[in-house]
């Protein structure tokens, strides 16, 4: 059993940066798969960044390219997100998600391959 807790989320003015932290409970094994999605009010969950706890492959949705960036810390189990130059339009509760598989490609952009989620960090950024 994994259990995830994100944190880090706040108010910020455009263009301004934050950064998000998932700490994982639990050993996160080599073939995990972690990734950061978000919701906006009235809007899907939509997917933000994945990494690749083997080997620190990433991936990232075309929104957020160029301005996120998703890293993890193995000794300490956590991921983090790093937000710069940030939009209105990022505004959303931003989930954590791991899944228990190796990343192999786009099917690691849907929340459905995920079997364990945070319970989410309110990112608000105002213009």
């Known amino acids: 059993q994994v259990q995830l807790v994100e944190s880090g989320g706040g108010l910020v003015q455009a263009g301004g940066s934050l950064r998000l932290s998932c700490a994982a409970s639990g050993r996160i094994f080599s073939r995990y798969t972690m990734a950061w999605f978000r919701q906006a009010p009235g809007k899907e969950r939509e997917f933000v960044a994945a990494i690749s706890w083997r080997d620190g492959s990433t991936d990232y949705a075309v929104s957020v390219r160029g301005r996120f960036g998703i890293s993890r810390e193995n000794a300490k189990n956590t991921v983090y997100l790093q937000m710069n130059s940030l939009k209105p339009e990022d505004t959303a509760v931003y989930f954590c998600?791991?899944?228990?598989?190796?990343?192999?490609?786009?099917?690691?952009?849907?929340?459905?391959?995920?079997?364990?989620w945070g319970q989410g960090t309110q990112v608000t950024v105002s213009s």
């Open positions: 998600a791991a899944a228990p598989a190796f990343y192999t490609g786009t099917a690691f952009r849907t929340g459905a391959t995920y079997d364990y």
